[in-house]
């Protein structure tokens, strides 16, 4: 994993001197300013079909930001983060089903909820290093599945749930669609400045001490299973605030949507996108949302054909993940306008 | 950071009072003139139709990917030979969704809002197709023929818009149902079912039209579709002893359970297998000769089968899916079922009022014993204000020799159970 | 007492299909250090090979061979053109290359050979061997037989050759390795070519019994990791005895515990590792890392 470290670094403090480091924090911040004047702007522009799209991208974005504590900034690989997604979005749709609560309060009952999932489970599942601990996951998710189908009574069974969708207040003028992408975007803004702070905080520290070598981190007396049972937690919270705002966007669960297949492209998404960096999930989130209708359009016979191949391409071209590729062009970009 | 939440929050509010600065999704629809004044015509024209459809290409159920295929050479064939259904050329665009909700909601939105096809002509499957009829209904988009065999599309009232084809699994029950009453009134019935919403459906309308008579279930067993195998539940339900096995299962775990049963010499029961799992293909495999006697239903012609050898229409499957599919198996049932629902949407389409979104929803609901070539004799398509299922009617059938032998006759589950109510 | 024992054979049948499998997981992790996922999508395409050749009226025996030989040039190929190329990629890199792999693979057999079941030749009698009331089919025992003999050549292999010995000098450590002149990059693509190899021969044993169509391995390959996290993923013996147990573990439960039924058996196998991991963490048959702090 040390090769990602480098992809951190961007992020962490550098050697360099700190009038440039003040010039880049402020770079990063217009940029981040821009980039959220236009998530505001956009779905004024675009038509309702494209800011669902948008709308999904940020759902799994918040789902692979919690993915990144875990993998890229623990070291911990986990290949059922499915589970914790569908934690969240049966929480939330149970609640909104059976209790006919209003629908900002299942947020943060569905996050709890899946960040005490992650806990008990974190628990003896953090005893496991590395293989063993995907493993185990992998199995968790599978097993996720019949479990949903045999609680009938709560879960709706293999039928699944269906839900209405959030209303947008009369107040804001807004259409359906574009008061769901606000929602998903509040909720993704609020994940990633948490990730953002968590990340910086001595949580964050011990954290990267943990990847970068264990043994010296614990040497250095970091507790490491309370450490990685917390990231282990909070990365399933995530996932369960993000598998909530699905449940609000697409108004229906069934069991067979939270199939491993999502875990794998979960897991796949974010090694795409760049793992350790904090624009990793959101070109990961792209990168799970639209790569399939793209392969799609190349070659309709068999998308899998195309999509296996796309996945491929990336890692050769990037191993660090597309975030690594960005901060390489963004770099270069960086050092020729200085030359001039 | 404090100053940049100040500012986004700003831009924010800025952006909100901008609203409006798009157009409404339905603003940009077209409506009729005339007779059929004020109803929608968006994505059909004097010359022109086009249809939508969502399928799994991609992941675990790819394999119902090849009904798309059959329904394209049907409507190419329409188009080149017949100009196209009623002068207009139809033009059937094919989305995946790899059997994931959340991407049929994102296709059926594609669909709708940048294709602009005037219908979804099939959503397949259970889940997908609850994701997106709330869509679909509050867009006023007919989405006709769904591919997917739940009774809730027929049985439900919220969505005028949405519409069932094949017989609703329930229908099929009550088809086994009726065969055991009149042949073996004390059956001893063994189950085993996928355990989905097909295999659940299934199973349920099955214990329902067995209320009140002497057949009995005296063993469930389920499985996942991502099990290995079937072998282990096969061998707990053998430990029944019951004298009737039901196959509730899609077709590789429908071929596992035929072998397994033509394995065990020491169990015997009379085999059951459904619709789903009942291809020649499927059979094959296992060998013809361990499959003698099997009992199944059905209510569209398999390609597999003999007997249809000389009929014309599937004649002329066979030399147009060459012509127009020359890289699409015509053997493949699933190409002749999707031949089968695209000649019904031909069917359908011709005999609505209006050329209008409007003019398919109400005919789609007001078929009257129509008759579709592709569909067995004395098998039609019927539906009304109370009846959202168009059929309902299936033949049993045994396996002989080398073939399907159809027996019986066909049977009206309508007529023998009354309308099928939620 | 018969229906339990009937039971046992069953649940050793199963766990003789994840145990083939597992072999092939259990070959490549020791040869390359990676969790490969398109293992099982490997075979399932190598038993479509064995399928073309006998289609293409090639008696069994001799498709088979050359499946096996096609099997072990293509896992060569395949780890020279898609895996060399992020060798000295962190870890997880490789394992989403597989991941990308399986995808691809999968999809192109089901575009090749459609996803109707093709009716694959068994190599074995179709009858079954009873004895005391008991049942045990010929494919069941073929298929027990051949894992056996499979886990006996690759414990040879590892244990009493020098490939055997470089292989695991490579997988421990790729630069040492190098240094004292193993030639790392041969040895790695000799692990996939013969990881695609145990992989063909899993394929071809399973085919008769799951019924060949593309998504024949999906289910298998999961069972099949339990299986080797069970035995120890570095241990062939650990493979199929991990296997077993988990096959009738999983039978019996789904059997005789009532709450669990078949539905839900599929937690066996979770509980199981679980288990097994917390109080062993290298399996069963698999040997310590000693850390070196």
Partial sequence: MSDTAEVTRVDAPTRAGALRRVAAERWRWIVLAALFAAACYAPFQLVPFRVFQFTMVLVYAVALLGLNLLVGHAGQISLGHGAFFAVGAYGAAIMLDRFELPYPVTLPIAAAVAFVIGLALGLPAMRLRGLYLALVTLAMAIFLVPLLKRFEEVTGGSMGLTLPKPAPPAWTGLAEDQWLYFLALAVAVAAFLSAYSLMRSRVGRALHAIRDNEAAAETMGVRLSFYKTLAFAWSAMFAGAAGCVYTWVIGFVSPDSFAVTLSITLLAGLVVGGLGSLSGPLLGGLFVMFVPSISQDVNEAAPGVIFGLLIIAVMYVAPTGLAGLTGRAAHSIRKTLRKE | MRVTAIGCTAVLLLAMTACGGREEAGGTGTTATGECQGQQTTGITDKSLKLGGIYPLSGPASAYGAIPKGIKAYFDFVNAEQNGIGGRKVEFLVRDDGYQPPKAVEEARRLVEQEKVFALFQTLGTPSTTATWDYANQQKVPQVFVATGASTWGTDTAHPWTIGWQPNYVSEARVYAQYLKQEKPEAKVAVLFQNDDFGKDLLGGFKRALEGTQVKIVAEQSYEVTDPSVDPQMSNLAESKADVFLNVTTPKFGSQALAADAKNTSWNPVHIVNNVAASVTVLKPVGFENVQGVVSSTYYKDPNDPTWQSDPEMMRYQAKMKQYAPDADPAVPYHAFGWAVASSFHKAMEAAKCPTREGLRDSVRALGNVQVDMLLPGVTMSTGPDDGFPIESMQLMTFKGERWELFGDVIDTRKEFGPLTG | ?293
């Fill in chain 3, 1 to 293: 007492m018969t229906g339990f024992l009937q039971q046992l054979v069953q649940g050793l049948g199963a766990g003789a299909i994840y145990a083939s499998l597992a072999l092939a997981l259990v070959l490549i992790y020791q040869f390359t250090g990676i969790v490969n996922f398109a293992q099982g999508e490997l075979a399932m395409f190598s038993t479509y090979l064995a399928w073309q050749f006998t289609a293409a009226g090639m008696p069994f025996w001799l498709a088979l061979a050359l499946t096996l030989a096609v099997s072990f040039a293509g896992g060569m190929l395949i780890e020279r053109l898609v895996i060399r190329p992020v060798e000295g990629a962190p870890e997880l890199t490789v394992v989403i290359v597989t991941v990308g792999l399986f995808i691809f693979v999968n999809a192109a057999a089901g575009w090749i050979w459609t996803f109707l079941i093709k009716d694959f030749p068994n190599p074995f009698p179709g009858g079954a061997l009873e004895a005391g009331g008991l049942r045990v089919s010929y494919s069941t025992l073929g298929v027990l037989v051949v894992v056996g003999l499979v886990m006996g050549l690759l414990y040879l292999l590892f244990q009493h050759t020098r490939i055997g010995l470089g292989m695991r000098a490579v997988a421990t450590n790729p630069d040492s390795a190098r240094l004292v002149g193993i030639r790392v990059g041969w040895t790695l693509a000799l692990g996939w070519g013969l990881a695609a190899t145990v992989g063909a021969v899993s394929g071809v044993l399973v085919a008769p019994l799951l019924f060949l169509e593309p998504n024949m391995m999906g289910g298998v390959l999961i069972y099949a990791f339990a299986a080797a996290t069970l035995g120890g993923f570095d241990s062939p013996v650990g493979a199929v005895v991990g296997g077993l147990i988990v096959g009738v573990a999983e039978t019996l439960a789904g059997a005789y515990v009532g709450f669990i039924g078949s539905d839900l058996k599929v937690g066996v196998p979770l509980v199981i590792i679980l288990g097994v991991l917390l109080l062993r963490p290298q399996g069963l048959f698999g040997r310590a890392a000693v850390e070196r702090a």
